[in-house]
């Protein structure tokens, strides 16, 4: 981890680039397993799987007995941790139903605009080391809210045909049930396309290792929708004089065990604090258990030194980043003049892994500077809109030559002519 | 247009079938047009303009003397039209400002959300045969409203360097003043990279032909969002034996004239008014200017009968159309149970031209079967959120055995340290 002392505008470019993955080397990899299990629906899903694992459970589908077991392997802490989490994301995300719109445009002239659940979607979760049933919170919930009907869970198993319990306990908190033990570009072809026994669902989230995200992405451009583009995560820490040196290197730390792509910034006004944070990092890195991967991800990783708040400011919004920590004597000055980031953790006591696990606030963010236009995963992202409009015989007459006039001048005259029947041939 | 009676459950997926738009063999052009411009910049995108269009203006922004002598080019019955529809646009728009969510979760742990305009937006209308300034109201307007600090605006010229002057007219009326005289591709790239003379957008938004659909859906997979993928315009109409053949063929054709790849559904649970829909459409495709386009659009249209109600609905939510207009006795009834389309018209007497061009509701809506899953655009389309959370030491201390419960069991000892660090070790 360097430290940049007060670089010039012409140097931000530089260090705002994140570590690029767009992995174009297993595009055809990839390709082929979705188009293979697009045709060749149940029995070529087996196949693959089959072939990509060196197994394939005989029966896919978690069994209503392996879900009622699975409870009893989770700690009763680990059950009450994942409760109260489970609350405060409810709670959050309850807050955020969007209302519905009814105007009267003109006389006789309706417009209105309401919120309705997606159908079906399809949640993806991770296994392997580390089991991320933090994220199933996150989207399950959100979705049984949205009122989504069917929802749809692949997660790989394990070689004996186990899915990891605290996953299976954190589907049974959010009422989901129909488990599939899937995992990788299979699962996301599952889901896309359908197959005897995976529904075909309309919206695709979550994480996922490197052919997830590829799978994602490449059936994203066909008939389904996907929650956003993935890329490594990300902070950026903002502090100043005031902030504790070893509270700001656990934050970069934390951001940096995610794996070797992760990325973590700090901005400060304060080259003794940099130094400081500097040495801290190192004490604590030599402690964790996944100090490998956090090392490589500090290769890539920054201190950045700038004397004034505002081009702290600056940088950050066009760094845009993922998690934004404002350890700073007064954050929400800070904060109010941000326009680009997923999330923002204010003052010295707001970690981000309290926004991780617990707070409430949703974890699935936008990253690799997408947040400047992306928005974080909300309520929302499990809805979608319909428009409507009723126009009386009235309402019709008197939009009638705003109509007429602007559909031939943009040479569309049956568009016209579908206002000019009404009014003018009325059987 | 052929009529189907009555189709078995197993033939409604071909029934369902747009016409495959995906245009993969434009693909390396647009590629290297993207490749050069991105690398090359100015030089680049002139160079491309001039070996494109076969000539490239002096200078690409519109002047403000170009702009003030477009309004004296056109007619104040279309002044006119335009301010109407922009006030409706403009007023619907308004009423979909999103609130604030702020919540306490527990005592301590305050979670908040914001809606934030997008900073710079790009906004692409084609040019050619058919001006689409109505587009630029439905996407000039909510930018506007939503705060969008930057509007960019490139649309083609013509031969004499001249852009279309509605288009300068609806610009002035939603205060765009920053217009530049690109098309295709060459527009798309200038936007998503930057230039000297072009800013770099943050998201694009608009139609255009397959070059500019497929650089849109080219950038979108590097670091621009855009408004949604596109394909081509279409819509199921639902009539009972009450409709007036002559509005539904109106309404069939008002769709076909768009494009040779348009498609025009009607459902009907009515013999004899299926056949008189089929004649009355052969009628007024007689007068039409666009009659070739239409025809072509017409080979891929279809008439559909079902016995019930509800298998006309059931088909339509399968179907998930862009317009929806439902001609029934009792429209509400049948709309409320519609769950999968972009914008409803309710009743006789609500063409889809009236939405197009002047009701107020956006006329930017998902294609292809995506209205399952996407939204229209509205104002929350130029916004993204921003969630913040604030803990207190007292806050976090409450949380802190969830965190540390869930970080561990995820193997994330960095982001338990976080929290641990500040409780035990604050100097």
């Not at 992760?262 to 604090?273: F, G, K, R, V, Y």
Request: hydrophobic letters at 45%.
């Amino acid at each position: 981890m360097r430290i940049f002392d007060n670089p010039l505008n012409t140097e931000w470019k530089d260090l705002q680039e994140r570590v690029n993955t767009n992995d174009v080397a297993i595009e055809d990899t990839v390709a082929h397993i979705l188009k293979s299990i697009k045709e060749g629906g149940e029995q070529a899903l087996r196949e693959q799987i089959e072939k990509i694992e060196g197994f394939c459970p005989e029966v896919l589908q978690v069994s209503e007995e392996e879900l009622a077991n699975a409870v009893l392997d989770v700690s009763a802490k680990l059950q009450r941790a994942i409760n109260a989490a489970a609350r405060n994301i409810r709670e959050f995300h309850q807050a955020q139903k969007p209302g519905a719109v009814e105007v009267e445009t003109m006389a006789g002239v309706s417009c209105r605009r309401r919120y309705l659940p997606i159908d079906r979607v399809g949640l993806y979760i991770p296994g392997g080391s580390a089991p991320l049933f933090s994220t199933l919170l996150m989207l399950a919930i959100p979705a049984t809210i949205a009122g989504c009907k069917d929802i749809i869970l692949c997660t790989p198993c394990d070689e004996n045909g186990r899915v990891n319990s605290a996953v299976l306990y954190a589907a049974t908190v959010c009422g989901v049930s129909k488990i599939f033990k899937i995992g990788g570009a299979q699962a996301i072809a599952a889901m896309a396309y359908g197959t005897d026994s995976v529904p075909k669902v309309l919206k695709i989230f979550g994480p996922g290792n490197r052919y997830v995200t590829k799978a994602k992405q490449m059936v994203s451009s066909q008939s389904v929708a996907i929650d956003m583009p993935a890329g490594p995560s990300e902070v950026l820490v903002m502090a100043d004089e005031n902030a504790n040196a070893a509270f700001v290197a656990a934050d970069l730390l934390s951001q940096t065990e995610h794996g070797p792509d992760s990325q973590a910034i700090l901005l400060c006004n304060d080259e003794i604090l940099a130094n400081e944070v500097l040495m801290e990092v190192e004490t604590q890195l030599d402690a964790l258990p996944r100090k490998d991967i956090a090392k490589r991800a500090l290769e890539h990783s920054r201190i950045i030194i700038f004397e004034e708040v505002q081009t702290m400011i600056d940088f950050a919004n066009e760094y845009a980043p993922e998690h934004l920590i404002i350890n700073m004597i007064d954050p929400w000055e800070v904060a109010n003049q941000i326009t680009a980031a997923g999330s923002i953790f204010i003052g010295e006591f707001s970690p981000e892994s309290a926004g991780d696990y617990a707070s409430g606030t949703n974890h699935t963010l936008p990253t690799m500077g997408l947040a400047s236009a992306y928005s974080g995963l909300g309520l929302e992202s499990f809805m979608h809109t319909i428009t409507y409009q009723e126009l009386s015989k009235k309402g019709l007459l008197s939009l009638s030559n705003v109509i007429v006039s602007m559909a031939e001048a943009e040479g569309l005259k049956a568009h016209s002519n579908a206002v000019k029947i009404r009014l003018y041939n009325h059987k």
